[in-house]
C-alpha cells in the first residue's frame, strides 16, 4: 500500500471513530478533571442541549486526523524496515517511533480541543483560532513530556497486542472481530500507561480556570494528587476511558482494515 494511502486511511479513521465516541471522550475528560464546575453530563445537556456533546468534536477531528493519518503511515514504513528479528520488539519499536513523530506534529492541536471541549457556557475561546490567539504557543506544549511518557508505551502495547490478536486469529468466528482486536488492544495497552494521560490532562489544562491546580511538572503533580486524592486519584476516570476506548480503536481499526481492503480488491 502506498504512503499517500496510508495517510488517507489513517485520517478516515481517526475521525470517523472520535466522531462516533466524542460524548464519551468528554465524559472521560469532566472525571480526569472534577475541578472544573458545572461539568456534569446533565448538567451540560440542561444549559447547552444535546448537540453540546461533540462540542470540540471538529478540533479532535482536526488533530487526530492527521495524528493518525502520521502515526500508521509512519508504523507501517518503520515496520517494513525489519529492524527486529523479533516481530513483537519489531512491532513495539514501530508503534513507539510513529507514536514520537504524530504526537510531536499535533500535540498543540489536542492541548486546544482540550480546552474548548471542557468550556461551560460562559465560553473563554470561541473557536480553535482563538485558543491560538490567546494561549502562548509555549503553553500549548504543557504536558508534552509526560504524554510522550504515556502515549508512547501505550501505542506500542496497542500495536503489538492488536497483531497478536489478528495474527493469531482469537474471535476467529466471531462477527466485526476487527472490533474486537482494537477494542481489546487499546483497553489492554491504556490499562498500563493511564496515569500518564491524567496528569498530562492536568498539567495541559494549567491556567484553564481559577479552580484548576497548579503543578511545577510532572513529579509535583504526581505527588499532589497522591496526596490530595490518594493512589487511586492516578486512575480516575479510568471506567470511562474503558467505554469510551473501546469503540473508538474498535472502529478505528476495523475501518482501517476495512479501507486497505478495498484497496486491495481494486488494485
Do not use: H
Request: proline share 4%; with cysteine; glycine share 6%.
Amino acid at each position: 500500500m502506498s504512503e499517500s494511502y496510508d495517510l488517507i486511511c489513517g485520517a478516515i479513521a481517526g475521525a470517523a471513530s472520535r466522531t462516533f465516541t466524542a460524548p464519551l471522550e468528554l465524559k472521560k475528560l469532566q472525571l480526569q478533571n472534577p475541578f472544573i464546575p458545572n461539568t456534569t453530563i446533565r448538567s451540560v445537556i440542561q444549559k447547552e442541549g444535546f448537540i453540546y456533546l461533540w462540542k470540540g468534536n471538529f478540533t479532535n477531528c482536526i488533530r487526530i486526523a492527521p495524528q493518525t493519518a502520521i502515526n500508521f503511515t509512519v508504523y507501517n514504513q518503520s515496520k517494513k524496515l525489519q529492524l527486529f528479528k523479533n516481530t513483537n520488539i519489531n512491532n513495539s519499536f514501530s508503534g513507539t517511533v510513529s507514536a514520537f513523530v504524530a504526537t510531536i506534529a499535533t500535540y498543540p492541536l489536542d492541548n486546544a480541543r482540550a480546552r474548548l471541549a471542557l468550556q461551560t457556557n460562559n465560553n473563554y475561546y470561541c473557536s480553535l483560532l482563538d485558543v491560538f490567539k490567546k494561549v502562548p504557543f509555549k503553553n500549548l506544549y504543557k504536558g508534552l513530556n509526560m504524554t510522550l511518557t504515556g502515549f508512547l508505551p501505550y501505542n506500542a502495547l496497542s500495536f503489538t497486542i492488536y497483531s497478536n490478536l489478528r495474527d493469531n486469529n482469537y474471535f476467529n468466528d466471531m462477527p466485526f472481530k476487527q472490533l474486537l482486536y482494537g477494542g481489546f488492544a487499546g483497553v489492554g495497552a491504556v490499562s498500563i500507561t493511564y496515569p500518564s494521560d491524567l496528569i498530562r490532562r492536568r498539567l495541559q489544562l494549567q491556567g484553564f480556570d481559577k479552580t484548576v491546580p497548579k503543578y511545577d511538572g510532572i513529579i509535583d503533580c504526581f505527588k499532589k494528587i497522591i496526596k490530595q486524592e490518594g493512589v487511586f486519584g492516578l486512575y480516575r476516570g479510568l471506567l470511562a476511558c474503558y467505554i469510551k476506548l473501546f469503540p473508538t480503536m474498535g472502529i478505528q481499526f476495523a475501518t482501517l482494515e476495512y479501507l486497505k481492503s478495498l484497496k486491495q480488491e481494486r488494485f
